[in-house]
């Protein structure tokens, strides 16, 4: 019998995950004696993270196989295979991460302003509705969600 634990839209890289949660609990109340992952970095992508998953799986006897990296850790070379692959997730991680800053980072430096408007100008919202403009229009000159033009313009109504 098997149980298949599977976080949906949550990163490796968090500690906290729900069915890692579960299978940890269930680990400790020895519900199974082997974990079984595709790939090493579905279980977690800090190297801290993972060491200390697989050292409480070795400490409940519990035998952790990665089929993608054909990883063991019952056998010497395997120990040492986790090793190596769990800090080049980590690594792979923070360049992503490196990655991504630099890009937003190019983008400001264009002058590209991320996050919502500070404020809206109400008055200016209300002025271009009475001059007949559309929702869409307003909200796209002004730059902001059709959402936010409309409950302006239901405010002035009510």
Not at 148 to 153: A, D, M, S, T
């Given at each position: 019998m098997?149980?298949?634990?599977?976080?949906?839209?949550?990163?490796?890289?968090?500690?906290?995950?729900?069915?890692?949660?579960?299978?940890?609990e269930?680990?400790?109340?020895?519900?199974?004696?082997?974990?079984?992952?595709?790939?090493?970095?579905?279980?977690?992508?800090?190297?801290?993270?993972?060491?200390?998953?697989?050292?409480?799986?070795?400490?409940?006897?519990?035998?952790?196989?990665?089929?993608?990296?054909?990883?063991?850790?019952?056998?010497?070379?395997?120990?040492?295979?986790?090793?190596?692959?769990?800090a080049?997730?980590?690594?792979?991680?923070?360049?992503?991460?490196?990655?991504?800053?630099?890009?937003?980072?190019?983008?400001?430096?264009?002058?590209?302003?991320?996050?919502?408007?500070?404020?809206?100008?109400?008055?200016?919202?209300?002025?271009?509705?009475?001059?007949?403009?559309?929702?869409?229009?307003?909200?796209?000159?002004?730059?902001?969600?059709?959402a936010?033009?409309?409950?302006?313009?239901s405010?002035?109504?009510?």
């Open positions: 098997f149980k298949e634990y599977v976080d949906i839209g949550i990163s490796g890289a968090k500690q906290m995950r729900p069915a890692l949660n579960q299978m940890m269930d680990a400790r109340k020895r519900r199974f004696d082997c974990v079984l992952v595709f790939k090493l970095d579905r279980l977690g992508r800090s190297l801290s993270h993972l060491v200390h998953s697989l050292e409480e799986f070795q400490n409940l006897g519990i035998h952790f196989i990665s089929y993608q990296e054909n990883i063991d850790l019952s056998q010497s070379t395997g120990k040492l295979m986790f090793h190596l692959l769990s080049m997730a980590e690594f792979e991680r923070d360049l992503i991460r490196e990655r991504v800053n630099a890009g937003i980072k190019a983008a400001r430096a264009k002058g590209k302003k991320f996050g919502r408007p500070r404020s809206i100008n109400r008055a200016h919202v209300r002025a271009l509705r009475q001059e007949g403009m559309s929702l869409r229009a307003i909200a796209k000159k002004m730059k902001i969600s059709q936010g033009v409309y409950k302006v313009v405010q002035t109504t009510n």
